[in-house]
């Protein structure tokens, strides 16, 4: 739309501070609890994937002290027993478990895309990302400010670490996006509670208790700014974009939706009320783990039932998951079904196929990082103690835990997707329990990738789902 007005161009790099700077402390608590930044209208194009949000995060027991910083956490990289003030953060998420709103306007007030529960869909998106090299690279590390090698529930929380996110959202990971027909862009972030985002080690040593004491962990954000990069054109360029009042952009967008899961027949039935749709993701989590110091809230795990001490940590098996669209099976007409490769100890490949299909068009098992070990390694030992083979129905470390995700693609030729306008989108979800009695409640995040369409008219912004 724009290209055709570039004659020759140069690069720039952009820093900018929020606009709500204060005191430069962003919390959920004592704090500012959103952050906000302004992107100028400019006769210039962004590049939405360049986007990052950087900062120091801290993790805070009260206003001047931190968790311990011990050898021997929880008993895994020593012999000593759980201490009272380990905190920890989701491992593969990183700082993004602290956004839980993500809202792209422009400056005029128009609003591009609102995504709710940002967290959770970082939770399915951010694995189905990267793969296990970037993890042992240290590549998600630095970035994501997540670290999930060490047998333990996350990153240790014990001292402030820098951190430059990404920002998931499809309407700047999508084409190149000029910013003089969008009127600039407003970028608010929601952080999340600090019961959501901290955490302690309970579900697996229920003598760890960090971060519950007195009136709980906290985290903080600090000097923080987003930067980006811009394509700035030459004077003759710049003209044309400024001159150019009217047009149309397509772009990608997500939708949050959220239901219960409680039965082992469960019939979900959304009416996401989208034209163009184009795929779906969705995880699970038991209810009771969201915003529970005892918890990780951001974890993406198959439906759990109690074990013997009582704490859901037994993976229940996976039957048979069902799309339909209206009371129809579509976009697939078959059953995927899993159980026979659960009961076999192998990967859900048509599963994973499914859901990886639902984010990226690309089917390459060493591209997405089902556990920290990936799903498909043989079982082996470490210094002759044996590691939880690549799957069983007790979980007993995050290592060997799965991302796990329920997805399907509606359309990944014409990318214009199925209109679900007035028609239910429905999941049907079946589960067998080894106790044969129904699920704990669980919390089912569902997340829908559709397209959208701005119309520019004399400087007026009318958006088209």
């Excluded at 210039?44 to 011990?70: C, H, Q, Y």
């Excluded at 609102?114 to 967290?119: D, E, H």
């Excluded at 079946?430 to 569902?446: E, V």
Aim: aromatic share 10%; net charge neutral.
């Amino acid at each position: 739309m724009y290209i055709k007005y570039i004659m020759s161009s140069r690069r720039r790099l952009v820093q900018i501070n929020p606009t709500n700077q204060g005191n430069g402390v962003f919390s959920f608590r004592g704090g500012v609890n959103q952050l906000v930044f302004d992107i100028p209208m400019t006769p210039a194009i962004l590049n939405g994937k360049s986007v990052r949000v950087n900062g120091i995060f801290d993790t805070l027991l009260t206003a001047t002290t931190r968790p311990a910083n011990n050898t021997a956490v929880n008993g895994v990289n020593g012999a000593g027993a759980a201490t009272g003030t380990d905190v920890f953060i989701d491992p593969r998420t990183g700082v993004s478990s602290c956004i839980d709103f993500l809202t792209i306007q422009n400056l005029e007030g128009a609003t591009y895309e609102q995504i709710k529960s940002y967290n959770r869909l970082c939770a399915s998106l951010i694995p189905l990302q990267e793969g296990i090299q970037s993890y042992l690279s240290g590549g998600v590390d630095i970035g994501y400010g997540a670290n999930g090698k060490e047998q333990q529930q996350g990153k240790k929380c014990d001292n402030p670490f820098q951190f430059s996110i990404p920002l998931q959202a499809g309407f700047l990971q999508g084409n190149p996006i000029d910013l003089q027909l969008v009127r600039g862009l407003r970028i608010t972030l929601t952080l999340a509670s600090d019961l959501f985002v901290c955490g302690n080690n309970y579900w697996n040593n229920q003598t760890s208790t960090g971060g519950t004491a007195g009136s709980g962990a906290f985290y903080q954000l600090r000097d923080v700014n987003m930067s980006y990069e811009l394509e700035v054109p030459d004077a003759d360029g710049q003209a044309a974009m400024v001159s150019n009042n009217s047009g149309a952009w397509e772009y990608n967008a997500y939708s949050s939706f959220y239901q219960v899961v409680q039965s082992t027949d469960t019939n979900a039935v959304l009416n996401i009320n989208k034209s163009r749709t184009l795929g779906t993701i969705m995880n699970l989590i038991p209810s009771e783990f969201i915003n529970n110091y005892n918890y990780n809230s951001n974890w993406a795990v198959q439906p759990l039932e109690a074990n013997a001490a009582g704490i859901l940590k037994n993976q229940c098996n996976l039957q048979e998951l069902t799309f339909t669209k209206g009371g129809l099976r579509i976009p697939l007409d078959f059953e995927v079904n899993t159980e026979e490769e659960q009961e076999q100890g192998v990967a859900t490949s048509q599963k994973n196929f499914e859901e990886l299909n639902a984010v990226r068009n690309v089917w390459a098992m060493s591209s997405f990082l089902k556990d920290l070990r990936t799903e498909l390694s043989l079982d082996r030992s470490v210094g002759g103690v044996v590691v939880p083979a690549k799957y069983q129905s007790s979980m007993t470390e995050n290592d060997a835990k799965n991302a796990w995700n329920v997805g399907v693609s509606y359309d990944h030729i014409t990318q214009n997707g199925l209109n679900f306008k007035n028609t239910p989108l429905g999941l049907r979800f079946q589960t067998r329990p080894t106790n044969g009695i129904n699920l704990a409640p669980h919390s089912l995040f569902c997340f829908v990738r559709h397209k959208n369409t701005i119309m520019f008219r004399n400087g007026q912004v009318s958006i088209m789902n």
